[in-house]
């Protein structure tokens, strides 16, 4: 199974890859996409533990896993996020995949009438993924998907918590702009860096000659709240993000 060449993936190794890889298999959700939404969410590091987000008004919210769940997360029950920030990457992988099937409904609505595209796995093939800003959408707004929708504008919470996400309209946060930073981090990644194979002895390699693996420079998460997801530093946009958002229902 091909990867995108994410630095993070890199450092979890090819093992973990593979048991991911096979975790989503029969699911929308592309290895692509999940590796671009990790890799957003993680802001490049892949670090399965806690994160504290210190907010404006002083209070501190928790974020625990390579998605980031925080305290409104779509989570089995009995587990907790502090739950998750003591568990592995590979351990957090069953997790990874009960949330995969479980965005399928709201993947397959976005496939009949989303307003972003879906890709065939061949032609004649009943199979296809999800498009990845659909994907990340699923995990960062899940009400968005396969919309174009205003999630927020100048002034509101959401917004002003996100002002590293660019606008297509000033003043304005809508799906398509969230949608376009997990396309355009992907495209830039796979452009620039290629992709690594997870069946392959050289996983560890690029397959652009000379090009080292991906890397993203995390920076210091601005905001956030209960139930708010923060990430950082995603240079493959060409913009340090530094994105938080409140809503009920995400992981």
């Known amino acids: 199974m091909e990867w995108p060449a994410f630095q993070g993936l890199h450092g979890l190794g090819r093992s973990f890859a593979q048991v991911l890889g096979n ?28 994160v504290s987000i210190t907010l404006p008004d002083g209070t501190v919210a928790t974020h625990a896993g390579l998605l980031m769940w925080g305290k409104y997360a779509d989570l089995p029950e009995g587990v907790t996020v502090a739950d998750v920030g003591r568990m592995t ?17 709201t993947l397959s609505w976005a496939k009949t009438y989303g307003a972003r595209k879906t890709i065939p796995l061949g032609e004649g093939n ?25 999630i927020a504008r100048a002034g509101e919470p959401a917004y002003d918590q996100n002002p590293g996400i660019p606008h297509a309209t000033p003043y304005v946060l809508t799906t398509g702009d969230v949608a376009t930073v997990a396309q355009q981090h992907l495209t830039d990644t796979l ?7 997870d069946a392959s002895e050289q996983f560890w390699f690029p397959r652009t000659p ?3 693996p991906h890397v993203v420079a ?34």
């Open 89 to 105: 990457a590979e351990q957090q992988v069953a997790l990874i995949a009960r949330w995969a099937h479980r965005i399928e409904p």
């Open 126 to 150: 009943d199979l296809w993924y999800a498009d990845e800003g659909d994907v990340w959408l699923a995990n960062f707004w899940p009400a968005g998907v396969g919309k174009d929708a205003v």
């Open 191 to 197: 452009d620039t860096y290629g992709t690594i194979d």
């Open 23 to 50: 975790a989503i298999l029969g699911t929308s959700v592309s290895p692509e996409a999940i590796a671009t939404v990790i890799d957003i969410e993680t802001a490049g590091t892949w670090a399965p533990g806690a």
């Open 210 to 212: 000379g090009v080292a």
């Open 218 to 251: 995390p920076t210091k998460a601005k905001s956030g709240g209960a139930g708010m997801a923060t990430i950082a530093g995603v240079v493959g946009v060409g913009v340090l993000l530094a994105l938080a958002i409140k809503r009920k229902g995400r992981s």
